[in-house]
């Protein structure tokens, strides 16, 4: 199997230092998609939709590790019950307001996202496709409340050189 980024998103979160850890932290937050111009053809569409569903690298991510200490927590948890960086393949997933389209840029909201993050790919989100009738469970989140609104980022994930 093999990638290749298909754009790169960019932020005014320079630093890993204070970023939100999810969108909801980052309401309002604007940002850009710049995806490569032969890929433009592909937007085609996508502005009928008010939010879409970006996949991208953790490029910045430190090693993969199969237990971590979360954001919002101080247990170790299992990585696939985290929504943590370091993971065996570091692709992150985020929800963005889609504010408009101007060619091959796509100026969007919400942004959780480190500046210069290499795309993977855009999708709509489209809630008919996601809508869980039966009650959610959150397991250990739900613990967490809406602290998740006022989480910012540190050091803990990051790719030491």
């Known amino acids: 199997m093999e990638l290749q980024p298909i ?3 960019r932020t005014p979160h320079k630093t890993l230092e204070q970023m939100p850890i999810q969108p909801i932290g980052a309401t ?8 490569d111009p ?7 569409d996508l502005a009928g939709f008010s939010h879409i569903i970006v996949l ?20 170790p948890r299992g990585v696939f019950a985290t929504r943590a960086p370091s993971r ?7 929800i963005l307001k889609l504010n408009s389209l101007q060619g091959a840029v796509l100026n969007v909201e919400n942004v959780d ?3 210069g993050t290499p795309l993977l790919d855009i999708k709509p989100y489209a809630p008919v496709f996601v809508h ?3 009650p959610i469970r959150s397991g250990w989140l739900e613990r967490s409340g809406d602290a998740v609104k006022v ?7 990051i790719k030491k050189s």
């Not at 032969?38 to 085609?44: I, Q, T, V």
């Open 88 to 94: 065996p393949n570091p692709i992150g997933l985020s």
């Open 151 to 157: 989480a910012r980022s540190d050091q803990r994930f």
């Open 38 to 44: 032969d890929l433009a053809d592909g937007l085609c």
């Open 28 to 35: 309002g937050v604007p940002g850009r998609i710049e995806l």
């Open 7 to 9: 754009g790169v998103i």
């Open 113 to 115: 996202i480190l500046d």
């Open 56 to 75: 991208y690298h953790f490029h910045r991510a430190g090693k993969p590790a199969l237990t971590v200490i979360p954001f919002l927590d101080n247990k």
């Open 132 to 134: 869980q009738p039966e």
